[in-house]
């Protein structure tokens, strides 16, 4: 069975700084998809990126980016000049070929100091 | 505007009771999803759902019920067989395929009381 590993339950970050979330994971398959998502104190689950395992190049959004390492089964989020609004709960996730299910890690709390 | 709606918010059982949350999208997504958040845990699957009348059991399912009469709903009962039903409960609906993510709703957060 698959499963995804957050090793950091929190982290902390200065305003404008760059941070980094860690996220590994454990499969067999060949053919997957790996997502974050962001769940800011509202609790509203929000999609920040999304990275298929065929595609070499690095996902981008904005100021997220990931770093991905499929040998390594590892999928970082990097977070650019932080903002008081990336303050979240993020989760990393993986979705295969079992019906759709997303599996999520546990979450890492992330709190940014003005 | 296109979205996922669940209901109530807050929701209150007492011991032994049964209670029903909602769950409706407009999105025609095909595949719908329950899943539990505890602290600490992150979020974990109860049932899923990929077309009507059809629905299979995730990883915690003992204690809880589903019905997909419409595609538009996926309400989940939780049952008096549910021992520790107090959580943050999420819907979210997918597109079928591997690339989607999911669409969630704003969660109902569950309190025995």
């Known amino acids: 069975a698959q499963t995804v590993t957050q090793s950091q339950p929190e982290m902390s970050v200065q305003e404008a700084e760059t941070v980094t979330l860690s996220c590994t994971y454990d499969?067999?398959?060949?053919?997957?998809?790996l997502f974050w998502y962001k769940q800011p104190p509202s609790r509203q689950m929000i999609l920040v990126i999304r990275q298929e395992a065929y595609k070499q190049q690095n996902a981008t959004e904005n100021r997220f980016s990931v770093n991905f390492q499929k040998a390594a089964k590892s999928f970082s989020l990097k977070i650019s000049d932080s903002q008081l609004g990336d303050a979240a709960m993020y989760f990393c996730a993986y979705k295969g070929n079992q019906g759709g299910k997303l599996i999520f890690g546990q979450g890492t709390e992330l709190s940014v100091k003005p | 505007d296109g979205g996922i709606t669940q209901s109530p918010k807050y929701l209150f059982r007492k011991e032994g009771q049964n209670v029903t949350l909602s769950c409706e999208q407009n999105l025609n997504h095909d595949a719908m999803y329950w899943y539990r958040q505890d602290p600490g845990q992150g979020l974990r699957l109860i049932y899923y759902?990929?077309?009507?009348?059809?629905?299979q059991k995730g990883d915690i399912a003992e204690g809880y019920s589903v019905s997909r009469e419409k595609k538009e709903s996926f309400p989940l009962t939780v049952t008096s067989a549910q021992k520790n039903p107090t959580a943050f409960y999420l819907c979210a609906s997918s597109m079928a395929g591997r690339s989607y993510g999911y669409t969630f709703g704003s969660g109902t957060r569950l309190t025995v009381v």
């Open positions: 759902s990929q077309i009507v009348n059809d629905f």
């Open positions: 499969t067999s398959e060949s053919d997957y998809y």
